[in-house]
């Protein structure tokens, strides 16, 4: 079985998105200084590297992320690979075999890249899905939809009807991905927010298990 880890690794150098509270992770114990344990403390926005983002994101009063359906963050999943293009449309995505289409889609672009030459910058012009796009996807009842950048939606975009689309028919969005190491194929995902009561959004440890 080859198991994939599409995940970020958290670190002071991971890129977030601009106005998000710095990362850091510090000591509150050392055994070191003689103390009896190691014990940290993490600091981060929930937004920051592999993340899920639940309906309350970007619509009040909805469901946050501890209502989100597991099943829908588990099973098959298509990575489709988008190169060379600075966003994604519904002509894009309609091109995607039929047969190849399963509940969850994962969009592997030009962003898998950045992660290794970028370092802790914030790139704009990341490849996203258009919101025409986004009506494609929930006409096509996607329960997920992932990219390997900060967010699904491109950053020119102000009005979030890309987020509003898919949030609205409850789709789970999976943003911060690295598919380096994933080629365009059938896979299982295993993707497990964690259990935030109240939040909008929860980190993620996302995986993908070779068919």
């Known amino acids: 079985m080859q198991i994939i880890d599409i995940t970020l690794p958290l670190s002071p150098n991971i890129p977030i998105w601009r106005g998000t509270p710095p990362y850091s992770l510090s000591k509150s114990s050392s055994i070191a200084e003689g103390k009896r344990t190691n014990d940290s403390v993490l600091y981060m926005g929930l937004h920051t590297g592999t993340h899920v983002d639940a309906p309350n994101h970007c619509l009040d009063g909805t469901a946050n992320v501890d209502s989100l359906c597991l099943a829908d963050c588990m099973g098959e999943a ?6 060379n293009c600075s966003q994604i449309t519904a002509a894009m995505l309609a091109t ?6 399963k509940p969850r889609l994962l969009l592997k672009t030009d962003n898998s890249a950045r992660w290794q030459t970028e370092g ?8 996203a899905i258009t919101p025409d796009a986004a009506q494609w996807i929930a006409d096509h009842q996607i329960r997920l939809i992932g990219i390997d950048y900060l967010s699904i939606q491109l950053f020119a975009d102000k009005d979030m009807q890309t987020h509003w689309t898919l949030l609205d028919k409850s789709i789970v969005i999976l943003e911060g991905l690295d598919l380096t190491n994933a080629t365009t194929g059938i896979y299982d995902l295993i993707c497990l927010p964690l259990l935030i009561k109240g939040a909008e959004a929860a980190p993620a440890r996302a995986v993908l298990v070779k068919k």
């Open 78 to 83: 298509s990575v489709v690979e988008f190169l």
């Open 96 to 101: 995607i075999p039929p047969h190849f289409l």
């Open 120 to 127: 802790n910058q914030f790139y704009e012009n990341f490849t």
